[in-house]
């Protein structure tokens, strides 16, 4: 179908339908015509929304499976050669079903200034599953809420506008909040930008306590991460540790949490089971009869099948490994992830290797983590203090592994307590990357004879801590894992190359982050940026764990997949006729926006102009003297010209001060020529409207008998019919003297004594009382009081001066 332009004249249209003939209306299937309309026929023009008015009426016709009839159309026009194509009018309502054919709409309008639009509109995919039936809805034990915004301050607006949604449904009683439908919500139907937030919680509460804290920029503790966007953030690598990562139950929970972790190791314990007699998930869930991780033939083999079954999990959210890096044994789950080994030649590898260590090396030696660079570390083995031990691994510019006869590696580590040096034993009880290595060279090399290394299929580039080069088809052969156990590992090496290549995301596929530390030194150390986290923590190997390392990867720019998270699509009563849950109708875009108009004051008139004398005054802009000696003096007032006023409020409304009262009238007095204020009564305030302005009036009547004048200020809102409202009446001396005042010798004055030490507690006290005093009209700098006198000094502040 098109939703047509429809000019309904005589050469507008035949061009549009003879165009539409000549391109969509050819080599049309019988009985499947073209189908026209246009809405200006139904509803007239509607000028420079006609396009979108297009837009939502074939969008509605979509959804509707309806086309609706074109009114007003009593014949097909003669200029228009109808038999040239399959284009047909919509003289009436025709059904337009989903169907085994995908249904487009094309909308053509002219928006403002000619421009023609041009929009080919198609249905979504029906949603598919395997049995025909769309799955009932998961219901995830920890849901994330994924907010952004272009700017901080938008992000936490749009956690607040998140949070007053969820508040008011709660309230309304209707069933409570939909969590898992909010997050499917926020992922489908919101764009991403740079300033992110991912809130994680098991319930509403604990999500509303999560947005809560995004509302206010403050940092989600335990319930999410908040972050931004880092300009060109790299590739990802999924790096994978050796020995050491691995806690008693690590794995138990998430084997029940998540579906690609329970899967990742029922195919690793199917692979194993050729080569062991045991149960990885008996071990992971601590089963009776389970063998202990303390033996390296167990715990080298699970942490395998544990890593494998993370960097599935990791892949089942959309984070595709760019490169992988392996250290020491943590290469063989690298080599499978990559590619580059079969699970069943893997499995060989970290089964076989790892008895052949438990018979034959184990009780021999130790292993110690020393915080130091690997030329520090070789000095000492040079020099002799660290003798006995060789260098290991080299994770970081300042993190490096000794090994050797467990003696040695004993001494070395007292030596390290002596000079403060940080060092920490690793648990295993044999020396890899060490000469004690040589002994089993035969004897691994003949177990892992038949290795068929795989030379085809898709790959991910494994970049070696062995070579130090990318590792090639058909080298990951039985004389590798020999290197690879006895050859010290050059992880930090490796992760400089990586760093150099563009890869600027790395995460540790482990249990617990045992590199983490190395990378973020090396990346630093290489002067670059990177992204750098774990998947599980000791004690925490939970699905929430593994949501808050994707979260660390989302806010800082990595396309997450959030789905899985989210449980699948439902065909209970929630759902629509076609099985698809209706989208929930959340806050739109907080946008923050920002005026650029400038608010140039109005232009002041010329007051001689009009008969009057201009006044150099901040209220009063002009006055006339009247023949009767009285004066007049005028003036408008508003929070549009007089802003500063808007710092003075009293119960919320915005009053022009007494003092300001008895200012204009001394200013009259003086225009008068008198001498000062005799006395002052004030009546109704004098207050200001949030918009538009009062008109002001300040009058001098004549001399009396007593030399007296009456003065008078008064004002009215800006309308024809206001009420003139007065607020001061008064008298001014015409000559003499008007009083003395208080004289004193010294400031502050003799005998007074300081009472206002805390001038914001001072203006506090006032607020409590209905007095808000804002920055214009907080000059108050110090009080003092001598019996019942009371003495202020009081400065005005410096940009208000000359208002």
Known sequence: AVEGHGTGTKLGDPIE?????ATYGREREGGRPLWLGSLKSNIGHTQSAAGVGGVIKMVMALDQEVLPRTLHVDQPSSHVDWDSGAVELLAEAV????????????????????????????????????????????????????????????????????????????ADGGGGVDVAGV????????????????????????LEVGLAAVARGEAVVGGGVVGRVRSGVGRPVLVFP??????????????????????????CERGLSRWVDWSVQAVLRQEVGAPSLDRVDVVQPVSFAVMVALAKVWRSFGVEPAAVVGHSQGEVAAAYVAGLLSLEDA???????????????????????????????????????????????VNGPGSVVVAGPAQAVERVRGVCEEQEVRARRIPVDYASHTAQVDQIRAELAQALDGLAPQRGGERVPLLSTVTRQWASPGEMDSEYWFRNLRQPVRFAEAVDALVADGYGVFVEVSAHPVLTVGVEEAVEAAGGQAVVTGTLRRDQGTLRQVLTSLAQLHVHGVVVDWKPA???????????????VPMLDLPTYAFQRERYWLDAPPAATDATGLGLEALEHSLLGAAVPLADQGHVLTGRISLETHPWLADHRVLGAVLVPSAALAELALTAAHRAGCEGIQELTLGDPLSLPERGGVQLQVVVGEA???????????????????????????????????????????????????????????????????????????????VWRRGEEVFAEVRLPGERVGE
């Open 17 to 21: 339908v003879q165009a539409l003939l």
């Open 95 to 170: 059904a337009w079903p989903r169907g085994e054919r995908v249904r487009r709409a094309g909308v053509s309008s002219f928006g403002v200034s000619g421009t023609n639009a041009h929009v080919i509109i198609e249905e979504a995919p029906a949603e598919e599953s395997a049995g025909g039936d769309v799955a009932p809805v998961v219901m995830p034990g920890v849901v994330p809420w994924v907010v952004s915004g272009r700017s901080a301050g938008a992000l936490a607006a749009q956690a607040g506008r998140l949070l007053e949604y969820v508040r008011a449904a709660q």
């Open 183 to 206: 997050g499917r919500a926020l992922v489908s139907s919101r764009a991403v930008f740079e300033h992110r937030a991912v809130v994680l919680g098991s319930d509403v509460g604990e």
């Open 242 to 267: 050796g020995q050491g990562a691995q806690w008693v139950g690590m794995g138990a929970r998430l084997l029940d949490e998540s579906v690609a972790f329970a899967d990742g190791i029922a195919e």
């Open 347 to 393: 499995c060989k590898v970290v089964a076989l290797r790892s008895r052949l260590i438990g018979e034959r090396l184990a009780g021999q030696g130790g292993m110690l983590s020393v915080a130091l660079s690997e030329q520090e570390a070789m000095e000492r083995i040079e020099t002799g203090a660290w003798a006995g031990v060789e260098v290991a691994a």
């Open 566 to 580: 989210l449980g699948a699509v439902a065909t209970d009563n929630s759902a629509g006729v076609d099985g698809r």
């Open 704 to 782: 009396g008998q007593d030399g007296l004048r009456s003065v008078y200020v008064q004002s009215r809102l800006e309308s024809a019919d206001a009420v003139w409202v007065r607020h001061a009446t008064g008298s001014l001396v015409a000559g003499g003297s008007v009083g003395s005042g208080v004289v004193l010798e010294q400031w502050p004055p003799v005998g007074a004594e300081s009472v206002v030490a805390d001038l914001d507690v001072f203006y506090e006290r006032f607020s409590e009382r209905g007095f808000d005093y804002g920055p214009a009209f907080r000059g108050l700098e110090a």
